[in-house]
T-cell receptor
């Protein structure tokens, strides 16, 4: 069964550094998402992306965050200047039409 | 943000018996409800969904019930198996252009004992 692939599985970075999390959504999917889960908290929506633009974003998704689909297969989340509170599991998801979201296995981001 | 709430942090069930996981919501704009299962070190995996026009949806051992007037949904697993042990998340969406914008509950850890 096709799956959403995320790399790296674990990323450690220093506060203030830029980080890019990468995702390869399922190939025929057109809607892409980023979610995150801070340890001990709920999974929360960050941003949705369709037709090469952001369709919706949460209040968490401030100017420090950006998303990009640089080519036909990758979908990236960039955090410009990481903060300690950005430490979380970041999940990429994709869907096609009215299908439910398919999630990747996540990238654990640790900001020190 | 308490729009979706799973009040039981954990549930323990004997193999072969029924598991019932509950979820409450407050946002009357929610139109579409889903259950996801999550194993450690993996992402959430879709289990079953229901739209607000239905009150029940079945898929094999999994049944979801929706009570719109009570703003309550539940997931029934019959019979429960040890492989069902995981964290179960309830999620909801307003549908339409926000179809994929899910609001999650806190999760319920289900343990099925052999």
């Amino acid at each position: 069964e096709p799956e959403v692939t995320q790399t790296p599985s674990h990323q450690v970075t220093q506060m203030g550094q830029e980080v890019i999390l990468r995702c390869v959504p399922i190939s025929n999917h057109l809607y892409f998402y980023w979610y995150r889960q801070i340890l001990g908290q709920k999974v929360e929506f960050l941003v949705s992306f369709y037709n090469n633009e952001i369709s919706e974003k949460s209040e968490i998704f401030d100017d420090q965050f950006s998303v990009e689909r640089p080519d036909g297969s990758n979908f990236t989340l960039k955090i410009r200047s990481t903060k300690l509170e950005d430490s979380a599991m970041y999940f990429c998801a994709s869907r096609q039409g009215s299908s439910p979201l398919h999630f990747g296995n996540g990238t654990r981001l640790t900001v020190t | 943000d308490q729009q979706v709430k799973q009040n039981s942090p954990s549930l323990s069930v004997q193999e072969g018996r029924i598991s019932i996981l509950n979820c409450d919501y407050t946002n009357s704009m929610f139109d579409y409800f889903l259950w996801y299962k999550k194993y450690p070190a993996e992402g959430p995996t879709f289990l079953i969904s229901i739209s607000s026009i239905k009150d029940k949806n079945e898929d094999g051992r999994f049944t979801v019930f929706l009570n719109k007037s009570a703003k309550h949904l539940s997931l029934h697993i019959v019979p429960s198996q040890p492989g069902d042990s995981a964290v179960y998340f309830c999620a909801a969406s307003e549908g339409g252009t926000s179809y994929g914008k899910l609001t999650f509950g806190q999760g319920t850890i289900l343990t099925v004992h052999p």
